[in-house]
């Protein structure tokens, strides 16, 4: 009788602890940004890696997207006369839904994974340890010029993810389907406005604090409650890393979605 | 040479969760000399190494460094400790995007304001004392374990240290550039009296270099003294450990049956 009480006491326990480890880390990477080393450069080359890197894969994603978009769009608004509002349909899923949540999606498997797997093999090699023994605050060195980047990059990118979803579409609905070339882009133009482009962008940012946020968290403490640091811990981190910043970045869409609407 | 104490460690006791792993160290760390740490595997000297270095929390009042309590010590207090010091960890933790250089030179960036070149050059003096200076340019990756070894004791030493501890300095190295590693830890004591704190199980290594040697086994010390006195002592456990002899194999026959068998086995 007493020990499924202990274990939930126990688990539960854990739980408490690991929040709050979570909190302080992330307070520790903001209390970075003003804390030695210089954070220009490091910030720069994340933004390379982070954005840069990931224009080709989430302007493929993007592409063919709209195209999706267009296509399916297309054929379901034929059937009430509306195929004119294609525009709209296209330009209001990507801006407000498709184009910060895929390019947050591809962040988390692309830039995510390497963070969480590079900071990982840091922690299982003592690399941090010698950080914190040549008094550089971690967290500084680390995490906080990822932060920074991927806050930068993140809403490009998912602007960057608009724009080519809506050339996608164009091409589609107008060129292949034969819908009206100026209807598509008057309804795209008159749907789509600044609280469609906002709620998209404060998405963007939100996402962006939350995968960074995870993925940094779970390669820094890699290994670190079962006290053993080998290849394993760091896979099941990044795994981890993966999987819970996109159902961070799902269940926060949500929120946002339903507080601006 | 100063006979005075650096470092005083009194009564300490270290857990992980619930399991404990040192009990009731006490000894104490001469300024200026050498104090190699040694014993077998799993004795508790890395778990001695991390509390030294800060890297895990000590209770107060149970490591005094220069009249100062490790245990009370704040962030801020225990950055500035980290600036006395320097550490040289078992695999060099290298910092594998960075250069041989970069690496070296990372803690004159963060905490000095000095020239890049200048920076540089000072770099390369480290590296040119474990012999590394043409490979300034190299990666980790490029490097074989020895080379980051000292790459790694090159970066301990560019901020010339008050203290140098160093976990395992001869593992995975040959007899020549262990011997090599030996002669630099006495020239840095002798020529820079810095104290240095060795923790091996490298019985000749450790007898070369030492001023004071400490025996641990089961998380406690089981002998504290001179290379002469260790030699002299009576301690089985101390004159197995230098005679290098193997445990003898005992085998418990009930236990052993019980793992081999589980249940099966207490139903006989």
């Known amino acids: 009788m007493v020990n499924p009480i202990q274990a939930l006491g126990a688990f539960t326990l854990r739980q408490v602890f690991s929040a709050g480890r979570l909190g302080m880390f992330f307070i520790y990477t903001i209390r970075g940004i003003i804390r030695p080393p210089g954070k220009f450069w490091p910030t720069v080359k994340q933004i390379e890696f982070i954005g840069t890197k990931s224009f080709l894969v989430i302007g493929f994603t993007a592409a063919f997207t709209g195209m999706v978009l267009a296509l399916n769009g297309y054929y379901e608004l034929t059937k009430f006369g509306s195929e004119g509002w294609l525009g709209s349909a296209v330009g209001v899923s990507l801006v407000r839904e498709l184009g910060p949540v895929l390019s947050a999606l591809i962040l988390t498997g692309r830039a995510g994974s390497a963070m969480a797997a590079e900071i990982g093999i840091m922690r299982i090699e003592e690399q941090i340890d010698a950080l914190e023994c040549m008094a550089i605050d971690p967290y500084s060195y680390l995490t906080t010029p990822r932060f920074l980047a991927s806050i930068i990059a993140l809403p490009l990118l998912a602007c960057f993810c608009d724009v080519i979803g809506i050339i996608g ?30 709620m998209g962008l404060v998405k963007s940012v939100c996402f962006s604090v939350l995968i960074v946020w995870v993925c940094t968290y779970k390669g820094f403490y890699a290994g670190v409650d079962e006290g053993s640091f080998g290849p394993e811990q760091v896979g099941r981190a990044t795994t981890d890393a993966v999987v819970a910043s996109s159902i961070a970045v799902l269940i926060s869409d949500y929120v946002i979605t339903s507080i601006m609407l | 040479m100063s006979s005075e104490n650096l470092i005083d460690i009194r009564g300490l006791n270290s857990f992980y969760d619930h399991r404990q792993v040192l009990f009731d160290i006490s000894f104490a760390i001469p300024k ?24 895990k929390k000590t209770e107060a ?36 995007s960075l250069s041989l250089a970069e690496n070296i030179s990372m803690p004159l960036k963060v905490h000095t304001k000095l020239a890049e070149e200048t920076i540089r050059i000072m770099a390369l003096m480290k590296l040119n004392m474990v012999g590394l200076a043409e490979f300034c340019d190299y990666m980790p990756s490029q490097m074989s374990g020895g080379m980051k070894k000292r790459a790694g004791l090159a970066r301990a030493l560019i901020m010339d240290p008050e203290m140098l501890f160093v976990d395992e300095p001869s593992s995975g190295l040959d007899p020549i ?56 002592n009576k301690d089985p456990r101390v004159q197995q450990f230098l005679n290098r002899e193997a445990d003898p194999h005992k085998i418990h026959m009930d236990a052993y049956y019980e793992r081999l068998l589980g249940d099966t086995w207490r139903s006989f």
């Not at chain 2, 200026?32 to 890297?55: A, D, E, N, P, Y």
């Not at chain 2, 009042?61 to 490790?70: S, T």
């Not at chain 2, 060795?198 to 998380?219: P, Q, R, W």
């Open chain 1, 169 to 198: 579409g164009y091409a589609i609905g107008v060129g292949l389907l034969g819908a009206n070339g100026g209807a598509f882009w008057y309804s795209l133009t008159t749907s789509v406005d600044w609280s469609d482009l906002s």
């Open chain 2, 32 to 55: 200026q000399q050498v104090t190699v740490i040694m014993g077998v595997s799993g004795c508790g000297k890395t778990t001695l190494f991390r509390h030294l270095t800060g890297l």
């Open chain 2, 61 to 96: 009042k149970q490591i005094v460094v220069d009249g100062q309590d490790l245990g009370t010590f704040s962030e801020a207090q225990l950055m500035q400790y980290r600036r006395r010091i320097g550490v040289l960890f078992q695999s060099g933790a290298l910092f594998n």
């Open chain 2, 177 to 232: 550039t262990a011997a090599g590693l030996d002669r630099l830890i006495l020239n840095l004591k002798d020529a820079r009296g810095m104290t240095v704190v060795v923790v091996t199980h490298e019985l000749e290594s450790a007898f070369k270099i030492a001023d004071l040697i400490v025996v641990m086994d089961n998380g406690k010390v089981m002998a504290a003294g001179r290379p002469e006195e260790i030699l002299e």
